[in-house]
């Protein structure tokens, strides 16, 4: 788009018929939200969690946060970098990765220039293929892979899937 600073719009939406009576809260699009914003510049709730999610959806959204507090130096540095440079904090594939067949990702993204971040977008979805850019990633599990191929891995609820480049 353009911009070097940009975020997400509110965790749960905010669109006023969603907190009505009767109103149906879709908790796995929450914790699934929760965990994209998790590594963005920003993050906001514009519901509060622990009064609509159910206890294993609550905890997801902790684990969320808490993974933000892991990043939370790699994020602003980041957005410091971003500042003097004018490059965008958040990046699509492509950008980082010119040539490597990423220009028709858009359910993946960079923050930084060493942060992968592959978000779990399908509505019940447990697992997820992952095609890596060239180098060494070390993923959300601990494990390390190599590059230029895809992956599979679970995606329990409670899982982001991010890799950070070695």
Avoid at 18 to 25: E, H, I, K, L
Avoid at 28 to 53: C, D, G, K, T, Y
Avoid at 119 to 135: D, M, N, R, S, Y
């Amino acid at each position: 788009m353009g911009y070097s600073f940009s975020c997400p719009d509110m965790i749960g939406g905010g669109e006023f018929t969603s907190f009505q009576p009767g109103a149906v809260m879709d908790g796995e699009l929450i914790v699934r939200s929760a965990q994209v914003h998790a590594l963005m510049p920003m993050m906001q709730f514009s519901v509060a969690p622990w009064r609509v999610l159910s206890p294993e959806e609550l905890d997801a959204v902790l684990k969320s946060v808490k993974l933000r507090e892991k990043f939370k130096d790699y994020i602003l540095a980041t957005a410091k970098a971003s500042a003097n440079s004018g490059e965008p904090i958040l990046r699509p594939l492509e950008y980082n990765f010119p040539g490597q067949g990423f220009e028709k990702t858009v359910d993946r993204f960079m923050i930084g220039d060493q942060l992968l971040v592959a978000p779990v977008t399908g509505k019940g979805q447990t697992e997820i293929a992952i095609t890596l850019p060239e180098g060494t990633w070390q993923a959300f599990d601990g494990k390390s892979y190599q590059g230029g191929q895809t992956i599979q891995l679970p995606a329990a609820l409670n899982v982001l899937p991010y890799f950070q480049l070695k």
